[in-house]
């Protein structure tokens, strides 16, 4: 089993939101940056987009683990 260094988790978990960011832009939903964001609750929130044409704005946390089944999945 591969061992992953604090780093290496942090890039990889980059990586995840960055595919599933342009995931959502492939599917037609515009992203907002994280700036103009209120988060209320300690919600930690990672991606926020909005679908073409609609109003409400939906708000993303990516996770993902590790194990000896799937090495990473998300």
Not at 21 to 26: F, P, S
Not at 49 to 67: C, H, L, M, Q, S
């Amino acid at each position: 089993m591969v061992k992953f260094s604090p780093s290496m988790s942090a890039r990889i978990g980059f990586a995840f939101e960055d595919l599933c960011r342009d995931i959502l832009k492939a599917n037609g939903w515009e992203i907002e940056p994280l700036e103009n964001c209120v988060v209320d609750h300690g919600i930690d929130i990672d991606i926020i987009a909005t679908a073409i044409g609609e109003r409400d704005r939906v708000a993303f946390e990516v996770k993902y683990t590790r194990n000896k089944t799937y090495p990473i999945s998300a």
